[in-house]
């Protein structure tokens, strides 16, 4: 619960069984876990391609004529 919630219910004397309140912070902790997956999820898929780069570009080899004596 965050620092607000927990003022309502210790001066306004809000009733712990509040519904409205409750899936308010529901709601809100469900789309913090998402924003946080969504960004951890991205920064894996950054790493993995930036893995896959330096992979390939490991593996090619420039064109460069080869030179026959």
Not at 12 to 36: C, F, G, L, N, P
Not at 50 to 55: A, D, I, P, Q
Request: one cysteine or more; hydrophobic letters at 30%.
């Amino acid at each position: 619960m965050d620092h607000r919630v927990i003022q309502e219910i210790k001066y306004y004397k809000k009733d712990v069984e509040d519904q409205h309140m409750w899936t308010r912070e529901r709601s809100k902790a469900w789309q913090e876990t998402k924003i946080r997956f969504t960004a951890r999820v991205d920064a894996t898929i950054r790493q993995l391609k930036g893995k896959l780069h330096r992979k390939y570009s490991c593996l090619t080899v420039p064109n460069t004529p080869t030179i026959n004596s």
